[in-house]
């Protein structure tokens, strides 16, 4: 009886409909790929299913002309027994602004109306203030509510800041906590203890989040497993590892014949491992899979720069024909975070460190140039950063306009009933008015292109392709 109450099984949420495809093929897998095999996903037992949110409602529309509705209807209908998991971008949704409240909140709604039952809530900042109305929406839905941390190291990321934090959306009403690894940063032993910390602080379930990047996080898996960790993220093997995440069934076997087995049928995964090999293979064949993202990038914990965005500053000076200056701006990385309040380096901060970073070593200047972008978080329009931007810094950046210090959602009037009617001549399904809110332009293509397919026009007459936001 004593063996029997030191069982803590570890749950398992997988990521192959969501995170994994996002990461290691651009978010291309289509709901036909995805279908076939949802039934054996469903039986497998799984904590929840990932497989909505995060780019994947873009990629719909702009690369896959599918409706990302139809897709989370699609698989609702066959995954009886299990959760479906979205990941949400607080008030930004899964767009690249704040959004008004009425949006967040209708955009819940029709989330947890479509299908899903567990909604991951981050921002990029750790602003809580850029969490509470989608906590909120999710939980008058009846949804469960899973609250990020965006994990990133710094002077002031200290236990102390997580344990704070985590609290603090504990009292906002989070039903669990996610630690979102983006980066591959926590190693582990220091998950051991930041798991320790939190399980003592909060009463509700913790849930681990990272990606390999780093090559490291299969082992603070089990670290934080065995601190109390109550569910891992993993991916089905033909699409784990390299950006993605650790290999579902080699977490399964890990824990096996532990007091975390989870159980799950090896068997039974094998069969859905199978089924995506086909796909990876396919990927690979159309150069959707770039080997360099399967790897290890030790420099992700050299430099604590996510592997994504090592890539896409390997890209802005090859463009400008300065590849010679990469190790300048990965030391500026730093330099120009810790000036903007140590900002973790998630979608969208990242990217605005990282190109203000590139700026900065090619005019030779420290901020002789500044993106709008830079000039948007310094002035306080994403939130309020981990640490106060410095004066003289903002003096540098914003000039003389002061800085917001509100919750930027409270600068924005309700937006709904605006954007319907802007866009009533395409309507048809009350979800089609969210699209066209997170993605205007495109959106706007996809709805001309649906009404061609059901009219027979050549769908080669309407424009496929918009390159305004980048997936």
Not at 48 to 64: Q, V
Not at 76 to 88: E, F, S, W
Not at 353 to 378: C, D, F, H, I, P
């Amino acid at each position: 009886m004593a063996e029997e109450m030191k069982k803590r099984p570890v749950k398992i949420t997988d990521t192959i409909l969501r995170d994994a495809h996002q990461s290691l093929i651009a978010t291309r897998m289509t709901t036909e790929d995805m279908l076939p095999i949802v039934e054996k996903l469903d039986k497998v037992g799984f904590h929840a299913l990932e497989m909505w949110g995060g780019a994947t409602f873009d990629s719909c529309l702009r690369f896959l002309k599918e409706d990302p509705w139809e897709r989370l209807r699609k698989i609702r209908a066959v995954a009886k027994n299990t959760k479906l998991q979205m990941l949400l971008r607080g008030q930004n949704i899964l767009g690249y602004r704040h959004y008004a409240d009425d949006v967040v909140e209708y955009f819940v709604q029709k989330s947890i109306a479509n299908g899903i039952d567990i909604i991951r809530i981050f921002d990029a900042l750790n602003d809580p203030r850029n969490l509470e109305t989608a906590i909120k929406a999710t939980k008058k839905e009846k949804g469960h509510a899973q609250v990020a941390v965006s994990y990133t190291l710094s002077e002031v990321h200290t236990l102390e800041y997580y344990v704070k934090l985590a609290k603090q959306l504990e009292n906002m009403g989070a039903d669990s906590i996610c630690i979102k690894d983006m980066a591959g940063l926590l190693l582990p032993y220091s998950a051991y203890e930041l798991v320790s910390a939190l399980k003592k602080a909060v009463k509700i379930p913790i849930n681990m989040h990272g990606h390999y990047t780093s090559g490291v996080v299969a082992m603070t898996y089990m670290k934080a497993v065995e601190a109390g960790a109550d569910i891992i993220d993993t991916a089905m093997s033909p699409f784990s590892m390299g950006t993605s995440q650790p290999a579902t069934e080699v977490m399964v076997e890990t824990f096996k014949n532990t007091p975390y087995d989870s159980g799950l049928d090896q068997t039974l995964l094998s069969e859905i491992a199978d089924y995506f090999r086909p796909l990876r293979e396919k990927a690979m064949d159309e150069g959707l899979l770039n080997p360099k993202v399967l790897g290890v990038d030790i420099q992700t914990l050299l430099y604590q720069v996510p592997g994504g965005m090592l890539s896409n500053l390997v890209s802005q000076l090859k463009q400008q024909g300065a590849e010679n200056k990469y190790y300048d701006v990965l030391q500026e990385v730093p330099r120009v975070r810790a000036d903007f309040g140590y900002p973790p380096l998630v979608t969208p901060t990242s990217q605005i460190v990282g190109t203000q970073a590139v700026l900065n070593v090619l005019t030779g200047e420290r901020y002789k140039m500044v993106t709008k972008e830079s000039k948007a978080l310094v002035g306080g329009e994403y939130g309020r950063t981990p640490v106060p931007i410095s004066k003289e810094i903002q003096k540098i950046i914003i000039g003389n306009e002061k800085p917001i210090t509100c919750r930027p959602a409270d600068l924005l009037k309700p937006e709904l009933k605006e954007i319907e009617a802007k866009m009533k001549q395409y309507k048809e399904q009350e979800e089609d008015v969210l699209s066209y809110a997170l993605f205007p332009q495109v959106a706007e293509e996809f709805f001309k292109y649906r009404q061609a397919q059901k009219t027979k026009i050549d769908p080669a007459l309407v424009d496929q392709e918009s390159k305004v936001y980048p997936v």
